[in-house]
């Protein structure tokens, strides 16, 4: 019998206007899958304390930043790692992400400094409701090179199976990285094109594959400059 999973991906942009009551809400759901980026420490050691073994909080940026996943009630953790994409234990930069950086400090291009921030990638196995699948939950660089770098990595870290590919990726439909993403994989986003951050573009996805089947999207605005995705899927 097919049963409903819905899951939620939120940049919190570190909650700079105060509390969200969005994600309050969110966090407040526990039938939810919620895929947090841009967490700040207050909240990530909220979670970790309200939450316990439900809450897997990876810091980024070094520690000025976390994701965060949280499971729905009754689903546990089989496996979770946090991947380091662009740095070595998610503080030194590793050779190619730093040239990047330097290049484009010489070019006078303020993008120079996403070259030297650590990006991670969550990598879970969970089990829900007699059901295990992967799940990779991560936050992109904006500057495209050091994107894509990323993205190449992707692919590996989905494996084969049922899987869920969830975050803000600083990518759209119509980047050709993205695209190769999507036909290597298998993997499809749920939604429409509707824009998911103010600067007008589509950049936070749940994207499924085999497994899986769409039966419900939808975004709402908040406190942040990114919007809240839900996607409700079959399994």
């Not at 979770?80 to 040239?99: D, E, I, M």
């Not at 036909?183 to 749920?190: E, F, I, Q, S, V």
Request: with cysteine; glycine share 8%.
């Amino acid at each position: 019998m097919a049963i409903l999973l819905t899951v939620a991906t939120y940049n919190t942009f570190q909650e700079r206007k105060g509390p969200d009551p969005a994600l309050d809400a969110l966090l407040r759901d526990e039938d939810t899958l919620s895929c947090l980026q841009e967490v700040g420490p207050a909240r990530a050691l909220g979670l970790k304390a309200t939450l316990g073994p439900r809450a897997f909080v990876s810091p980024a940026k070094y520690g000025l930043q976390y994701l965060a996943l949280v499971l729905p009630e009754g689903a546990r953790f089989l496996e979770r790692s946090a991947v380091s994409l662009n740095a070595y234990y998610g503080v030194l930069p590793k050779p190619w992400s730093l040239a990047r950086s330097y290049a484009l400090l010489r070019a006078g291009q303020r993008a120079w400094v996403d070259g030297l921030e650590p990006r991670v990638a969550q990598v879970v196995r969970l089990l829900w409701r007699g059901r295990e699948f992967r799940v990779v939950h991560t936050h992109l660089p904006f500057e495209p090179w050091l994107r894509d770098r990323c993205l190449e990595m992707m692919s590996d870290l989905v494996g084969e199976g049922e899987a869920l590919l969830v975050g803000d990726l600083n990518a759209t439909i119509g980047d050709l990285f993205l695209a190769d993403l999507l036909l290597a994989t298998g993997l499809r986003p749920a939604g429409s094109e509707e824009a998911t951050h103010s600067s007008g573009r589509r950049i936070d996805f749940v994207l499924y594959r085999v497994g899986f089947r769409e039966v419900g999207y939808g975004t709402a605005r908040s406190l942040s400059d990114h919007r809240l995705v839900r996607a409700e899927l079959e399994v």
